[in-house]
């Protein structure tokens, strides 16, 4: 008997779909998104984090603008809600131009506060897969710039200050502060034209330059979590790539998520988010048990000088093969007590018997959850 056809299981009892329609229910709502048009043949869509950071532009950019007449401080919170528009969007087309040329499709953009929800569809390579997501902060840092030499002939030092900058946003707090608090980092007052027409450039450097350092890291969610696996799948398998990724985001995630607790930041949240994503690939690429192509060719009499230049995947390929003989095993002493049950009945079964039973139920169970993600 599966684990999907136990009592236990069965809706209305505590398991499987039984309670988890409030969680689909909420699952839908925080990915749903809104279509708002299409650019150069994309279908470009707000999701709903998107929507709550123009919300939260709305409530905290006026009260950060009270030498300011109230019109004024909510006219800047539309223009950061646009920059903020500008500056994820610049990203995904920036990725979107880059998957194209390797053959990929990237038709909708989802888009939130650090860029785009839904990746590219493609046959990936290690090359595509770095200079794909390469390209999105690329193109953020290069407008950063931009803007930044454009503000010398107002007398804006930005570009001079650059540098600095940089190396603040390095910190994906700070980076996480730079684009959802962008006015609270310019120190300029609005009383003509062109003193608007600053500080909105300035608005839409640093989102720009948040956008493109914090996606960066080495993270699964961020970009960078997808350049480490490009750049890990050049030198292993893909599996083993997603792995790596995997566990070094989680690591980053959970160092962050305990300074930034340390420091009494704002940012504990998304690094906790992180984690779950890294933890979510990690538990896929563990899950496939690291099944390989060439492990066929893998012998346990290989020569030692052979042996020691594939040291780690011959390592990965012995652990996969002892994974694969305890479960094959486990599989058949399973089988026998299935058997001994649908002879005999459940009460037959001895009390370590019930213990395997119900943990290869347990097992099936969390192979299963895995398989949903």
């Not at 599966?2 to 809706?11: E, G, I, L, T, V």
């Not at 012998?299 to 995947?313: I, L, N, Q, V």
């Not at 652990?319 to 005999?344: G, N, T």
């Amino acid at each position: 008997m599966a684990w999907q056809d136990r009592p236990y299981n069965s809706p209305g009892t505590g398991g499987g779909d039984g309670g988890g329609n409030s969680l689909q229910g909420l699952a839908s709502f925080l990915t749903w998104s809104l279509p708002v048009g299409r650019i150069g043949g994309a279908s470009i869509r707000l999701s709903f984090w998107m929507l709550l950071a123009f919300f939260f532009f709305f409530v905290y950019t006026p009260r950060t603008s009270l030498q300011m007449p109230t019109s004024h401080g909510l006219l800047l919170a539309l223009i950061a809600c646009v920059a903020l528009f500008i500056g994820a969007a610049l990203h995904e087309l920036a990725r979107r131009f880059v998957a194209r040329r390797f053959g990929g499709i990237h038709d909708t953009l989802t888009l939130w506060s650090l860029g785009g929800m839904t990746a590219p569809s493609m046959l990936t390579s290690p090359r595509s897969l770095i200079l794909t997501n390469l390209a999105g902060s690329a193109a953020n840092l290069l407008v950063a710039t931009l803007i930044a030499a454009a503000l010398l002939p107002f007398g804006n030092k930005a570009f001079f200050q650059l540098p600095y900058w940089l190396l603040v946003n390095l910190d994906p707090s700070n980076s996480l502060r730079t684009i959802s608090l962008p006015l609270a980092l310019i120190q300029q007052p609005l009383t003509s034209f062109s003193d608007f027409v600053i500080i909105s450039s300035l608005m839409l450097m640093f989102i720009n330059l948040g956008i493109g350092l914090i996606n960066l890291w080495p993270i699964y969610f961020l970009d960078g979590g997808y350049v480490l696996e490009g750049i890990a799948t050049r030198f292993t398998s893909s599996t083993r790539a997603q792995y790596i990724a995997a566990s070094t985001g989680m690591v980053l995630a959970a160092l962050l998520f305990f300074f930034e607790i340390w420091r009494q930041g704002g940012a504990i949240l998304m690094f906790g988010i992180l984690f779950i994503a890294c933890l979510s690939r990690w538990r896929i690429a563990s899950a496939s048990g690291g099944a390989d192509p060439d492990w066929s060719g893998y012998r346990e009499d290989a020569p030692a000088s052979k042996r020691k230049r594939t040291w780690f995947g011959n390592r990965w390929a012995k652990a996969a093969a002892k994974r694969a003989l305890k479960d094959r095993q486990e599989q058949e002493q399973i089988d026998a007590i299935l058997a001994k049950v649908s002879e005999k009945g459940l009460h037959s079964l001895t009390r370590s018997e019930k213990r395997a039973l119900q943990r290869a139920t347990e097992k099936q169970r969390q192979a299963d959850l895995v398989d949903r993600l």
